[in-house]
């Protein structure tokens, strides 16, 4: 089982820059891919952006070129570095690691708001 905590979420204003943070309660060294997804009142969770053991990474087209996604094994951690943050881009950001299609978990989540 892997427990995952998230932070670093807040009030931010357009162009403004954020870190979230996910930390585990455990190596993340095996596991097949951490991702952050997020979700907005009345929208489907969505991916953001997701990093496999390798270092390969995946990201929506909407955060392609502002969001960064990086983990430090040693740590137990997976960030998510937010650059020129949109309106859009408010919502709750909610950690996962996927070990399997039969194990995956998720964090409880951490409020991005976005307001000039």
């Known amino acids: 089982q892997v427990h995952l905590v998230e932070s670093g979420g807040g009030l931010v204003q357009p162009g403004w820059s954020l870190r979230l943070s996910c930390a585990a309660s455990?190596?993340?060294?095996?596991?097949?891919?951490m991702g952050w997804f997020r979700q907005a009142p009345g929208k489907q969770r969505e991916l953001v952006a997701s990093?496999?053991?390798?270092?390969?990474?995946d990201y929506a087209e909407s955060v392609k070129g502002r969001f960064t996604i990086s983990r430090d094994n040693a740590k137990n951690s997976v960030y998510l570095e937010m650059n020129n943050v949109k309106p859009d881009d408010a919502a709750v950001y909610f950690c996962?690691?996927?070990?399997?299609?039969?194990?995956?978990?998720w964090g409880q989540g951490t409020q991005v708001t976005v307001s000039s």
């Open positions: 455990r190596s993340i060294f095996s596991i097949a891919a």
């Open positions: 990093i496999t053991t390798g270092g390969n990474t």
């Open positions: 996962r690691a996927y070990l399997q299609r039969t194990l995956v978990y």
